[in-house]
């Protein structure tokens, strides 16, 4: 069971580069890593998955080192509207079961 | 066109009561899951069904029943309600959902559910 660690919580303020950083040390040969945002009162919404090396998307960039242990979500240039919670998953959905969102991260951005 | 939607959106109801929750998602996806968010924030997995059939059935009370009339849809049913039930519930689909296949999980908009 590939378990994750993230900051409970960040601020940052609207225009800059945000970088959350996920450990999963015993990640396995098969997971894949996802992040989902959660807005209050709203279901989790995909932002971008990865196996290693760099993803880049409209909305973000995760990069993931060689040794797959840990994950860094980018935002770049982050607004108000990107305030929410930042999931990090490991796994794939075939073991769904294991797929624990955890406490996420807590982004506030302030003008 | 909403993609994967959930009702009630809140629901009230009396400890021992017996109450269902309904999910449909239009997105063709061949799995389909319920979620719990309790207080703390913490989302878990409950149940998977993969083309109307339960592939996972994580350590929740069996007085939670999941029933499938087809592969669209993915109701929750609960019985004899406590008052630890009260969460947000999440529905959610993806496209594959066996071993071996990575996809996107969709999230419905959640039900609020408050046993008193």
């Known amino acids: 069971l590939a378990k994750t660690t993230q900051p409970i919580s960040m601020d940052s303020y609207e225009g800059q580069e945000v970088n959350i950083t996920c450990s999963h040390n015993n990640i396995a040969t098969n997971d894949y890593i996802t992040w989902y945002q959660q807005f209050p009162s709203q279901g989790p919404r995909f932002i971008i998955q990865g196996y290693k090396t760099k993803v880049t998307n409209e909305v973000a960039s995760l990069f993931i080192p060689a040794d797959r242990k840990s994950s860094t979500l980018s935002l770049p240039r982050v607004s108000l509207s990107d305030t929410a919670v930042y999931y990090c998953?490991?796994?794939?959905?075939?073991?769904?079961?294991?797929?624990?969102f955890g406490t996420g991260t807590r982004l506030q951005v302030t003008l | 066109d909403t993609a994967v939607s959930q009702t009630p959106k809140y629901l009230v109801t009396q400890m021992g009561n017996d109450k269902s929750i309904k999910c449909e998602q239009n997105?063709?996806?061949?799995?389909m899951y319920w979620y719990k968010q309790d207080s703390k924030k913490f989302l878990k997995i409950m149940f998977s069904?993969?083309?109307?059939?339960?592939?996972i059935n994580e350590t929740v009370p069996n007085r939670f029943s999941p029933k499938s009339p087809d592969k669209a849809h993915l109701n929750l049913h609960i019985n004899s309600l406590e008052l630890g039930d009260s969460a947000v519930y999440f529905c959610?689909?993806?496209?594959?959902?066996?071993?071996?296949?990575?996809?996107?999980?969709?999230f419905g908009p959640g039900t609020r559910l408050t046993v008193l």
């Open positions: 069904y993969n083309n109307k059939e339960l592939i």
């Open positions: 997105l063709g996806h061949d799995t």
């Open positions: 959610a689909s993806s496209l594959a959902g066996l071993a071996g296949v990575t996809d996107t999980q969709y």
């Open positions: 998953l490991v796994g794939d959905t075939g073991t769904a079961s294991k797929l624990t």
